[in-house]
C-alpha cells in the first residue's frame, strides 16, 4: 500500500504560479511511476504529468512549457510546479502512484491504484 497527501493547492490570477506537493508513505519503493492527474466539474479526470523512477517524464500538451513534473526522492514527495496559469486550469489535483514505469508515456489514469485526496486550484481571469 501506498499513501498519497497532496498540498498546495490554492486561488491565484491567471498568468501566476503554483507548486502542488505530494507526500507518499507506505510502501513507497513499489511506485515506479508517479502522476498528477486533474478534474474540472462535470468533466473526465485527465493526465497533467507522469514521472517513472528514472526520471523520465511526460506531459498533456496543455500543459507543456507551463508546468514541470519533479521529485525527490529523499523526501518521498512528488512536486508540479504549474507556471503561466490560466483559468482553465482550474480543478481538483489529485496525485496518483503505481509499480510499473510508463516509459514516457502518460498513462491513463485507470490504471493508477494509489490516490491522494486532492487539492483545489482556482485559477481567475
Known amino acids: 500500500q501506498v499513501q498519497l497527501v497532496e498540498s498546495g493547492g490554492g486561488s491565484v490570477q491567471a498568468g501566476g504560479s503554483l507548486r502542488l506537493s505530494c507526500v507518499a508513505s507506505?510502501?513507497?519503493?513499489?511506485?515506479?511511476?508517479m502522476g498528477w492527474f486533474r478534474q474540472a466539474p462535470g468533466k473526465e479526470r485527465e493526465g497533467v504529468a507522469s514521472?517513472?523512477?528514472?526520471?523520465?517524464?511526460a506531459y498533456a500538451d496543455s500543459v507543456k512549457g507551463r508546468f514541470t513534473i519533479s521529485q525527490d526522492n529523499s523526501k518521498n514527495t512528488l512536486y508540479l510546479q504549474m507556471n503561466s496559469l490560466k483559468p482553465e486550469d482550474t480543478a481538483m489535483y489529485y496525485c496518483?502512484?503505481?509499480?510499473?514505469?510508463?516509459?514516457?508515456?502518460?498513462?491513463?489514469?485507470?490504471?493508477?491504484?494509489?490516490w491522494g485526496q486532492g487539492t483545489q486550484v482556482t485559477v481567475s481571469s
Open positions: 496518483a502512484a503505481k509499480r510499473e514505469r510508463s516509459w514516457g508515456y502518460l498513462p491513463r489514469p485507470q490504471v493508477f491504484p494509489y
Open positions: 507506505g510502501y513507497t519503493y513499489s511506485a515506479n511511476c
Open positions: 514521472i517513472d523512477s528514472d526520471g523520465s517524464t
